[in-house]
T-cell receptor, first 113, second 113 residues
Framework: AQSVTQLGSHVSVSEGALVLLRCNYS??????LFWYVQYPNQGLQLLLK??????LVKGINGFEAEFKKSETSFHLTKPSAHMSDAAEYFC???????????FGTGTRLTIIP | NAGVTQTPKFQVLKTGQSMTLQCAQD?????MSWYRQDPGMGLRLIHY???????DQGEVPNGYNVSRSTTEDFPLRLLSAAPSQTSVYFC????????????FGDGTRLSIL
């Protein structure tokens, strides 16, 4: 079975500060990992994905995530928060050849002016 | 290019009524899926399809039916609505080889009274 745990359902950071959203995974085989962003009243957008190539993955809007097998983590970071980053962020996992994507419970990011 | 289109955007039903949530994509994607999103629970997979005529169950399929007669359309049917099915429903599509849902609709907000 595969699963992801997102630590912190709500995270607040000041504009210009580092954004760190945490995701830990559990998988019996090497996983594929993803981060999605959801703006109010919209569907999800894919931010970035890890599919066993480079462990540091760069995505859209200045976000990146690092796959750490030893820590079973895939944390999302951005060096400097913008007001437009306020949204809900979901970590997700599946395995190669598996169409069933498993989502975390989400982290709502608030940016303080 | 409309992407993934879901209709209706909002719907209120009475317990026991039936209805169909529509999902259409114009990108010729082989894979489509339905998720429900509930507060604090992330997105959970209801049903998915890997091509016309092929569907399979996800994590929470009970009370829902799907069919895939064409590549473009993937309707979700509620046979006898229950208050527990009050949720936001998202349809997603992706190409074979993408490993994950790439395009999401904007959702259908469904309330069952």
């Amino acid at each position: 079975a595969q699963s992801v745990t997102q630590l912190g359902s709500h995270v607040s950071v000041s504009e210009g500060a580092l954004v760190l959203l945490r995701c830990n995974y559990s998988s019996s085989v090497p996983p594929y990992l993803f981060w999605y962003v959801q703006y109010p009243n919209q569907g999800l957008q894919l931010l970035l994905k890890y599919t066993s190539a480079a462990t540091l993955v760069k995505g859209i809007n200045g976000f990146e995530a690092e796959f750490k097998k030893s820590e079973t983590s895939f944390h999302l970071t951005k060096p400097s928060a913008h007001m437009s980053d306020a949204a809900e962020y979901f970590c997700a996992v599946n395995n190669f050849g598996n169409e069933k994507l498993t989502f975390g419970t989400g982290t709502r990011l608030t940016i303080i002016p | 290019n409309a992407g993934v289109t879901q209709t209706p955007k909002f719907q209120v039903l009475k317990t026991g009524q039936s209805m169909t949530l529509q999902c259409a994509q114009d990108m010729n994607h082989e894979y489509m899926s339905w998720y429900r999103q509930d507060p604090g629970m992330g997105l959970r997979l209801i049903h998915y399809s890997v091509g016309a005529g092929i569907t399979d169950q996800g994590e929470v399929p009970n009370g829902y039916n799907v069919s895939r007669s064409t590549t473009e359309d993937f309707p979700l049917r509620l046979l006898s609505a229950a208050p527990s099915q009050t949720s936001v429903y998202f349809c997603a599509s992706w190409r074979r080889g993408d490993n994950q849902p790439q395009h999401f609709g904007d959702g259908t907000r469904l309330s069952i009274l």
